[in-house]
């Protein structure tokens, strides 16, 4: 029932198409008026609430104030999202965005503390990411199972929890690790909204304070469109460093195919340049310089004993004969595999050829690259091809050599053929020249033996193979110093005995010359002399035998040449006396007997003898020398003094 004017107070409110009527005279306007002007001033509600008012209009005035408070927070915190929205749109990387929101969280709501959880699917929990106003180590590496904690539980339930005091709360499940944390934090109201987005849970935030307070819906409200807008940006900023990522992947897989097809390309251009030389006739000299100028370092090539046969470019010198620097590279594990090794900056590879090694290059002064690494290797190929090609044509050149060196061994043809074939090839058999007789202790390695003796006697000579040993036909008077020369630079990588005859001047003599060499290298062994070289002469006693024109006389000069020049000087006879004295088995009493003179004079002889041969003529080997020599003179002289019998 409506009330009538008369009956209706102040707290009625006027129906519909009636005048309000006038106030009481009574009533206390100045106090209304008051309260307005708290209202226009904006005052706080505390303020509006102290007012002395009638109560009817105090608590009306206390309506709009609470309500104009609550729009005022809303539009603050509608500002507050507004300005977290701008500043996360900047942050790019997720771990700048995550300190972004809990630092926001903690000022719009207001409290001690605020953090952030992320959830880890793998292991089923949600660990600490960011804090903005924690003290605590322990808290700040916790990690919250599913439903342990209120976090937990906003993590398991994916909707906001809250609580004035955590310790008294009994909603949610309190584990010892989480309660020691935040204990440790000193945290005693807690509140946590979930960050979902589209159904996907990614985390917790949370504003917590240390000391208790209730939270209004407002502030979980605002905690919530703040997790939510944080979710959001969360999200788009994973994305973003995904689509960066990938841009990254992509940008690296291009400069991969961008390499790649560089490299094929280098590659075509090496493989081009390679078989164009191959084709113009080229040799290894070519191909090594030809790689050093595609790479730009220095590039060598050694043969399969370790000596340099091609070099382009700086790379390192001998020290000094004998003494490559580069000679440990040729032989690293790995090579006879056939793929590019490299230690210390260098690189080598085998070139290899129906699995025999023909020689490696070596590669230095820079860094290879993939495509340059596959451009050595590609060179190592050509080059055994080469090496097949110039192996060919060099055993076609042997084997015309072999056939030459055979024919004049064994007088093959008339004489002015032998001169003639052996002039086509370069080597003139009428100046002096020596013959070498080389055997090797590996009866597989005539060939390489062919190979060595050439390069140890020079383009002058003339190498070939008879009846399985290798002859080589070498200008010069002195057999014995050629055979000793041969055998000390062959035998540097294998063994090899080398025996000399000649000087020879005539291609006659050749066949003497070569019995006689064929002979002493026979000997040489047998007296155990392997890798040794000598010349028929310089084996003494044992010369004359293997000799084929033995020179006795010439043998007997050698030994006693001081003594019979001196017996000619003086007539005297210091070889009379030196055969006394070993006829009496070295007693220089018995001699004295035998010469008819006094023991004094013997020894003064023997002296003489002394200071003419040497200290060393009473020795075993040279004793025994001696003595056959005088014995060889004694029949020489027996020879000629018997003359002709009539």
């Known amino acids: 029932m409506t009330p009538s004017p008369e ?24 106090q209304v008026v008051h309260l307005l002007e708290l209202l226009a001033g904006d005052a706080p509600v505390a303020a509006v609430a102290g007012a002395d008012a009638p109560v009817e209009a105090r608590d009306l005035a206390l309506r709009i104030a609470s309500a104009r408070e609550v729009h005022r927070q809303r539009e603050a915190g509608l500002a507050a999202l507004l300005d977290t929205a701008r500043e996360l749109a900047t942050a790019n990387d997720p771990g700048s965005v995550l300190e972004a929101i809990v630092r926001r969280a903690r000022r719009l709501v207001g409290t001690d503390l605020a953090y952030l959880t992320l959830y880890d699917p793998e292991a089923g929990d949600t660990f600490m990411r960011a804090t903005d106003g924690s003290v605590s180590a322990a808290f700040q590496s916790v990690r919250l199972a599913l439903g342990a904690g209120l976090g937990g539980l906003v993590a398991s339930t994916h909707k906001p929890y809250w609580t004035a005091d955590y310790w008294a709360d009994e909603r949610f499940r309190h584990t010892r690790a989480i309660d020691g944390a935040v204990g440790e934090e000193g945290i005693i109201a807690i509140c946590g909204t979930p ?64 390499q790649y097809a560089q490299g094929v390309e280098k590659a075509a251009a090496a493989h081009d340049r390679f078989a164009s030389l191959v084709l113009g006739g080229g040799g290894v000299d070519d191909i090594t310089h030809a790689l050093a100028e595609l790479l730009g370092g220095w590039a060598v090539l050694v043969d399969q004993n370790g ?28 090579l006879d595999a056939g793929r590019l090794v490299e230690r210390d900056g260098v690189y080598a590879v085998a070139v290899t ?40 044509a060099a055993d076609a050149r042997q084997s015309a050599r072999n056939r030459l060196v055979s024919d004049l061994v064994i007088a093959r043809g008339s004489r002015e053929e032998r001169l003639s074939l052996a002039r086509t090839v370069g080597f003139d058999p009428q100046r002096p020249f020596c013959l070498l007789v080389l055997r090797g202790d590996d009866p597989n390695g005539h060939r390489a033996l062919l190979i060595s003796a050439s ?28 055979a000793r020369a041969v055998a000390s630079r062959i035998g540097r990588r294998t063994c090899v005995t080398v025996a000399g005859a000649g000087a020879v001047s005539d291609v006659d003599d050749i066949s003497r010359a070569y019995d006689e060499a064929h002979r002493t290298v026979a000997a040489l062994i047998a007296l155990g002399h392997r890798g040794k070289g000598a010349a028929a002469r310089q084996l003494g006693f044992a010369g004359l035998i293997v000799g084929s024109e033995p020179d006795v006389g010439e043998y007997v000069r050698g030994l006693l040449g001081p003594v019979l020049d001196y017996d000619e000087r003086r007539g005297t006879d210091l070889v009379g006396t030196l055969a006394a004295y070993f006829a009496s088995g070295g007693s220089p009493r018995h001699a004295a007997v035998t010469l008819h003179v006094h023991v004094n004079t013997v020894a003064q002889r023997l002296e003489r003898i002394t200071a003419l041969l040497g200290d060393t003529w009473q020795q075993p080997d040279q004793s025994l020398e001696l003595q056959l020599a005088l014995r060889l003179r004694a029949l020489q002289t027996s020879t000629r003094g018997a003359g002709p019998r009539g």
């Open 353 to 392: 050829a129906a699995r025999e090694r023909l020689g490696t290059i070596l590669v230095g002064g820079l860094t290879l690259s993939d495509p340059d690494q596959r451009t050595v290797e590609r060179a190592g190929v050509v080059t055994a091809l080469v090496l097949l090609f110039e192996r060919q």
């Open 455 to 482: 390069a140890a006697t020079g383009e002058a000579s003339l190498v070939g193979s008879h009846d399985g040993d290798v002859v080589a036909l070498v200008p010069g008077a002195d057999a014995d110093g050629l």
């Open 7 to 30: 009956t209706r107070t102040h707290a009625d409110p006027p129906t519909s198409g009636e005048l309000v009527a006038p106030p009481d005279p009574a009533y206390p306007v100045g």
């Open 307 to 334: 000596q340099r046969t091609s070099a382009a470019g700086p790379a390192p010198e001998p020290t000094r004969p004998g003494a490559d620097p580069l000679a440990p590279f040729d032989a690293l594990p790995g």
């Open 195 to 258: 960050l979902i987005v589209e159904s996907n849970f990614v985390g917790v935030l949370f504003a917590a304070n240390r000391s208790s307070r209730p939270f209004t819906r407002e502030e979980v409200a605002l905690l919530g469109n703040l997790a939510t807008l944080a979710a959001l940006t969360l999200v788009q900023t994973r994305a973003l460093a995904d689509a960066e990522s990938a841009l990254a992947a992509l940008s690296e897989a291009h400069e991969t195919v961008r």
